[in-house]
């Protein structure tokens, strides 16, 4: 199975309905001078989601050799792009952590 299709089965799992990929982006975020993320964000509209009608996804590696983190983030205001999707991701994680 592909990396598109794994996290189009997550976001299908997660939210429910049916996604379909329509672009890669590439997103490098930055913090004080320091890249904090650089990866391709995953791009799907959803079919039939009550509140929106795209989501973005992405995987990164964890601490852990070979462990891959799954994130999905619905295009729900503030989060309106995938630059948007990623620093909503890193700050949510941030105050999981904190």
């Known amino acids: 199975m592909s990396h598109i ?4 089965e997550i976001i299908q799992h997660l939210h429910g309905v049916e996604a ?5 982006v590439p997103v490098k975020e930055e913090h004080q001078g320091k890249t904090v993320w650089d990866g391709v964000v995953e791009v799907f509209d ?7 009608h795209r989501a973005y996804a992405w995987t ?3 601490d852990k050799p070979g462990d ?3 994130i999905t ?7 309106v792009s995938p630059q948007t999707a990623v620093k909503a991701a890193i700050i949510q994680e941030y105050r999981n952590n904190a």
Do not use: A
């Open 5 to 8: 299709q794994n996290l189009r």
């Open 68 to 70: 891959l983190r799954y």
């Open 73 to 79: 983030v619905l295009h729900v205001p503030p989060v």
């Open 46 to 52: 959803l079919i039939g989601h009550p509140k929106t």
């Open 60 to 62: 990164h590696q964890t």
């Open 20 to 24: 379909k990929h329509i672009e890669s």
